[in-house]
């Protein structure tokens, strides 16, 4: 249940692991993908949502070659390969090194205007802070004021973090979120010492804020993913349109019901939201469905901007920028579409996504579309040098589309878990649980696919 990436991508593994399986998918909406959208206009190709995935992990790039897109991934544009952040109404770039939380270069931070020489002094002394003993989560906020300060949290690591999760830094979980670097401390005793030793990645091409280098996006868009995993299922078993309205155990088989129809199935996948998953789970499994409730969700606001390239005052520099919410701005972060990816634009023109909205700033995503995009244009006019309003604009509102991860989510995830537990034909998936990424829902729709499919197995 769910059409989303996770919903297809378990859709497509059951039927890569089991093809005489009956498989059919639910989806309330007529257009499949979830929030992955792409749409083209006057020569330019606009993601609705994620514009690309990282390739770290391998669940999104192996999907994309098992469908036939391996060829068809594009790189970053190695000569942008970086951010920039706002400080007093103008754009500084993140030091090279730096990466959302550890630096692995030091000069660039000690020369970057971003940070004043106290807050500099403060950053530098990280490796000298003292591992913290005490066990249990932490919020990003504590964890990057107690070893980096609080000025680089401000400046540095708050805008960066929040541009990935839409989250408040002082609930946003980093035993979830970033365990990474709760890792570096306990092992390394200091985060500049853990980035020192990790390798290098592409630092050495002068990226920073995120490892541009090692993101990727189809050719054509998010959408052909999106195609290919939908053209490879049974489209008899694609019900668009269909919201599940009453899930139910009917012996050892799962009974589903939507509006036009009640079904009988051996397993069943829940690729939905939370709160969607909690309403349905509720009647079998009011503990679950409780548990479930508990994970919050942010929406966002997205404007994108189409410019002539004429209208800017100078080239744009880098993949865009990111706001600190201290600078008190309308906008969360903006992306520049037509700097990271070929054809993403005319070559005459420019293409912006400016994201609004987030866990604090919620109100925003009840503005009339005419007012997000004054907002943006406002903000970019100030920030950038544009002149003159954008040749056109969209407006795409996600609401309740981002899972905030708050402390103790990875304990809350748990108990989830054990609750399903007892009936293995039954999964959860999504971005609700272990990751938020692309390859993260992904890895969530196989692994939930994997582990009915086992259960069915050994029943038998």
């Given at each position: 249940?769910?059409?989303?990436?996770?919903?297809?991508?378990?859709?497509?593994?059951?039927?890569?692991?089991?093809?005489?399986?009956?498989?059919?998918?639910?989806?309330?909406?007529?257009?499949?993908?979830?929030?992955?959208?792409?749409?083209?206009?006057?020569?330019?190709?606009?993601?609705?949502?994620?514009?690309?995935?990282?390739?770290?992990?391998?669940?999104?790039?192996?999907?994309?070659?098992?469908?036939?897109?391996?060829?068809?991934?594009?790189?970053?544009?190695?000569?942008?390969?970086?951010?920039?952040?706002?400080?007093?109404?103008?754009?500084?770039?993140?030091?090279?090194?730096?990466?959302?939380?550890?630096?692995?270069?030091?000069?660039?931070?000690?020369?970057?205007?971003?940070?004043?020489?106290?807050?500099?002094?403060?950053?530098?002394?990280?490796?000298?802070?003292?591992?913290?003993?005490?066990?249990?989560?932490?919020?990003?906020?504590?964890?990057?004021?107690?070893?980096?300060?609080?000025?680089?949290?401000?400046?540095?690591?708050?805008?960066?973090?929040?541009?990935?999760?839409?989250?408040?830094?002082?609930?946003?979980?980093?035993?979830?979120?970033?365990?990474?670097?709760?890792?570096?401390?306990?092992?390394?005793?200091?985060?500049?010492?853990?980035?020192?030793?990790?390798?290098?990645?592409?630092?050495?091409?002068?990226?920073?804020?995120?490892?541009?280098?090692?993101?990727?996006?189809?050719?054509?868009?998010?959408?052909?993913?999106?195609?290919?995993?939908?053209?490879?299922?049974?489209?008899?078993?694609?019900?668009?349109?269909?919201?599940?309205?009453?899930?139910?155990?009917?012996?050892?088989?799962?009974?589903?019901?939507?509006?036009?129809?009640?079904?009988?199935?051996?397993?069943?996948?829940?690729?939905?939201?939370?709160?969607?998953?909690?309403?349905?789970?509720?009647?079998?499994?009011?503990?679950?469905?409780?548990?479930?409730?508990?994970?919050?969700?942010?929406?966002c606001a997205l404007v994108v901007a189409a410019y002539r390239r004429e209208q800017m005052v100078?080239?744009?520099?880098?993949?865009?920028?990111?706001?600190?919410?201290?600078?008190?701005?309308?906008?969360?972060?903006?992306?520049?579409?037509?700097?990271?990816?070929?054809?993403?634009?005319?070559?005459?023109?420019?293409?912006?996504?400016?994201?609004?909205?987030?866990?604090?700033?919620?109100?925003?995503?009840?503005?009339?579309?005419?007012?997000?995009?004054?907002?943006?244009?406002?903000?970019?006019?100030?920030?950038?040098?544009?002149?003159?309003?954008?040749?056109?604009?969209?407006?795409?509102?996600w609401p309740r589309s981002m899972p905030q991860y708050h402390v103790g989510?990875?304990?809350?995830?748990?108990?989830?878990?054990?609750?399903?537990?007892?009936?293995?034909?039954?999964?959860?998936?999504?971005?609700?649980?272990?990751?938020?990424?692309?390859?993260?829902?992904?890895?969530?729709?196989?692994?939930?696919?994997?582990?009915?499919?086992?259960?069915?197995?050994?029943?038998?």
């Amino acid at each position: 249940m769910g059409g989303g990436i996770t919903g297809l991508a378990a859709a497509h593994r059951l039927t890569e692991l089991a093809p005489q399986a009956q498989v059919v998918l639910f989806d309330a909406g007529q257009r499949l993908g979830g929030v992955l959208g792409t749409e083209r206009r006057d020569g330019f190709l606009v993601e609705l949502s994620a514009d690309n995935f990282i390739t770290t992990t391998p669940w999104a790039i192996d999907l994309c070659r098992r469908v036939g897109l391996g060829e068809q991934l594009l790189p970053t544009r190695p000569s942008q390969r970086r951010a920039f952040v706002v400080r007093r109404g103008r754009l500084f770039p993140v030091p090279v090194g730096f990466h959302l939380l550890s630096a692995s270069r030091l000069w660039p931070l000690v020369s970057s205007p971003l940070l004043s020489w106290p807050g500099k002094f403060r950053l530098l002394c990280e490796p000298l802070v003292r591992r913290r003993r005490e066990d249990g989560d932490e919020s990003l906020a504590s964890f990057a004021r107690r070893r980096l300060g609080r000025e680089a949290f401000e400046r540095l690591v708050q805008p960066l973090v929040a541009g990935i999760y839409t989250a408040d830094a002082e609930k946003l979980s980093m035993a979830a979120a970033l365990p990474r670097f709760v890792e570096m401390e306990r092992t390394s005793g200091s985060l500049t010492r853990g980035a020192w030793r990790a390798p290098s990645g592409d630092d050495a091409a002068g990226s920073s804020g995120a490892r541009y280098g090692l993101f990727v996006a189809p050719r054509d868009g998010m959408t052909s993913l999106v195609d290919a995993l939908t053209n490879r299922l049974d489209q008899h078993g694609v019900r668009r349109g269909s919201a599940v309205i009453r899930l139910a155990a009917d012996g050892q088989r799962w009974s589903v019901a939507t509006a036009d129809e009640t079904s009988s199935f051996d397993g069943a996948i829940l690729a939905l939201p939370a709160y969607a998953a909690a309403g349905l789970v509720e009647p079998i499994n009011p503990p679950l469905a409780s548990e479930l409730q508990r994970i919050p969700y942010a929406g966002c606001a997205l404007v994108v901007a189409a410019y002539r390239r004429e209208q800017m005052v100078r080239e744009l520099a880098g993949f865009g920028f990111v706001v600190p919410a201290v600078e008190r701005r309308n906008i969360l972060a903006a992306s520049y579409s037509s700097s990271k990816f070929d054809g993403r634009a005319p070559h005459d023109r420019v293409l912006i996504r400016v994201f609004l909205g987030g866990a604090e700033r919620p109100e925003q995503l009840d503005l009339d579309d005419n007012t997000l995009v004054e907002m943006a244009a406002a903000e970019l006019t100030d920030l950038v040098g544009i002149e003159g309003p954008p040749e056109w604009s969209r407006v795409v509102r996600w609401p309740r589309s981002m899972p905030q991860y708050h402390v103790g989510h990875v304990q809350l995830v748990e108990r989830i878990e054990r609750l399903v537990a007892p009936s293995p034909t039954l999964a959860l998936a999504g971005n609700a649980y272990h990751g938020v990424g692309v390859p993260n829902c992904i890895q969530s729709g196989e692994q939930a696919a994997e582990r009915v499919l086992a259960a069915l197995q050994a029943s038998r």
